[in-house]
């Protein structure tokens, strides 16, 4: 295994959740981590917990360097910028983490497909699978101009197994399909390409959610079987410092089987297994 110092990443949607554990773990590694959100310090969105600059600031605690820049990535402009800021800071990308997602935008009661506003589709594919197709659309240029770049997508998936609410296996599923689609376009320029599922993660808003914080959340029964975000983050961490990775490009892996590969435990101490549903 090699370490990251002197790679560079961009980890999309990272001001919070898996976005912000990803970047942490990927700059603990020693990398360079640009992180975008939409969320600044006193511009939070909707008032969620965490921002970007937060991430960087962490990032910078584990031993990286983290750089914040907003972005709102259904904005083309946007993320063509973030780009361009790459390649004049840095001259190179050696790993995109494509994890920007709006799902949480619009917050419904669970229904049936045909009792749930159209506007969920914004939320989850404009704000989500668009967002990240665009990310790829403008990074993948300069990814290219170097040897062993990885792009992995965030996603929720178990085997194909139905997910429960129709958009976002919808949209998640796409996600797959696009790192899929996008592994057998880039094998040629040796960049491995694939889709990577978290389980269950105690992430802010969940723990808001389940009115529990980081100390106590065993309090609660539903989170027993719950990991935190950096868990998949040294799962992608340890993908990104793979020799071999370009073996495993085009597939969909869970945290939890990665982490039995690669040898890594939660951040206390847990090995959690893969999700089922």
């Known amino acids: 295994m090699k370490s990251l110092t002197g790679k560079v990443a961009l980890v999309t949607g990272g001001s919070r959740g898996a976005g912000r554990g990803i970047a942490v773990e990927l700059g603990r590694a020693g990398a360079t981590v640009y992180v975008t959100g939409r969320s600044m310090k006193g511009n939070s969105t909707q008032n969620f917990p965490g921002t970007i600059d937060d991430t960087a600031a962490q990032i910078d605690e584990a031993g990286g ?19 361009r800021q790459i390649r004049e800071e840095q001259g190179k990308l050696d790993i995109l983490i494509n994890n920007v997602w709006g799902g949480h935008d619009l917050i419904v009661n669970p229904g049936a497909f045909w009792e749930l506003p159209l506007e969920i589709w914004d939320t989850m594919f404009t704000a989500g699978v668009r967002a990240q197709l665009a990310t790829n659309h403008f990074a993948i240029p300069l990814l290219r101009e170097n040897e062993g770049a990885l792009i992995i ?6 085997e194909g197994n139905y997910t429960g609410q129709f958009y976002y296996d919808l949209a998640k599923n796409a996600l797959v399909r696009m790192a899929y689609g996008l592994s057998e376009e880039l094998k040629g320029d040796g960049i491995a390409v694939m889709a990577v599922s978290p389980g269950f993660m105690r992430t802010e808003l969940v723990l808001e959610h389940m009115g529990v914080n980081e100390e106590n959340w065993q309090e609660s029964e539903d989170l027993k079987k719950s990991e935190t975000p950096y ?7 340890a993908l990104a ?3 071999g990775v370009m073996e495993k490009t085009g597939q969909a892996l869970k945290a939890g089987d990665l982490a039995k590969e690669y040898d890594f435990t939660d951040v206390d101490g847990r090995y959690i297994p893969p999700f089922t549903l």
């Open 65 to 83: 360097k983290g750089i914040a820049v907003r972005c709102d990535h259904t904005i083309d402009a946007e993320t063509e910028a973030v780009i």
């Open 153 to 158: 997508h965030t996603t929720f998936w178990d």
């Open 231 to 237: 868990y998949v983050g040294r799962a992608i961490t």
């Open 241 to 243: 410092m793979d020799p």
